[in-house]
């Protein structure tokens, strides 16, 4: 079966810091990876999503960038955080239309 | 990005009460998936609709997949504590990117 794995659970980094989140899918061959965001309390925002590997699309101009350098690696990185980065960040797989989520990484930049 | 809208934004209701929440886009869809997320987790897929018209269930949740294909609603039946969370409503038109509705918050009370 499949299984996807996000790590940290959470990090608290100082502003300007760098950033640097895995996830990795087990039990399956190209899936579609996906980048999200959300705010306490909000919704859902897609940050990235790749559909193979080298292959990013970025959805919200930001200082956040996504690297797939695996077939089932997807790495959100950062040069330097901004406060309002801070969030839960959630990774998620597809093999074509349902998404599954890993567990998140709970952000505060302080 | 785009967002679906979602109603309402939260409920309180008592247990053994039957919910309604719907979401509406101004955009067609293909496939509508509707997740639940428990706190500091990631959103859990519920129930995927694929077809206009569709009406599927799953065990006590029941969704339908609007007609014109930019609506889709989710209802609960006999709700127990356990249902409480957030509710998502996603759709999908192309291959690979999923929009998120802006979420309804369910609380249970006793």
């Known amino acids: 079966s499949q299984t996807i794995h996000q790590w940290p659970a959470t990090l608290v980094q100082p502003v300007g810091s760098p950033l640097s989140l895995e996830c990795t899918v087990e039990g399956t061959s190209n899936p579609n990876l996906y980048w999200y965001r959300q705010a306490a309390g909000r919704g859902l925002q897609l940050l990235f999503y790749s559909v193979g590997i080298g292959q990013i699309s970025s959805e919200v101009p930001q200082n956040l960038s996504a690297s797939r350098p695996q077939d089932r690696q997807f790495i959100l990185s950062s040069k330097k955080l901004l406060l309002s980065d801070s969030g839960f960040y959630l990774c998620a797989w597809s093999p074509n239309t349902e998404a599954f989520f890993g567990q998140g990484t709970r952000l505060t930049v302080v | 990005g785009q967002q679906l809208n979602q109603s309402p934004q939260s409920m309180f209701i008592q247990e053994g009460e039957d919910v309604s929440m719907n979401c509406t886009s101004s955009s067609i869809f293909n496939t509508w998936l509707w997740y639940k997320q428990d706190p500091g987790e990631g959103p859990v897929l519920l129930i995927a609709?694929?077809?206009?018209?569709e009406l599927t269930s799953n065990g006590r949740l029941t969704a339908q997949f609007g007609i014109t294909r930019k609506d889709s609603f989710l209802n609960i039946s006999a709700s127990i504590p356990s249902d409480v969370g957030i509710y998502f409503c996603a759709g999908q038109l192309a291959a690979s990117k999923l929009t998120f509705g802006t979420g309804t918050r369910l609380q249970v009370t006793l």
């Open positions: 609709l694929y077809k206009a018209g």
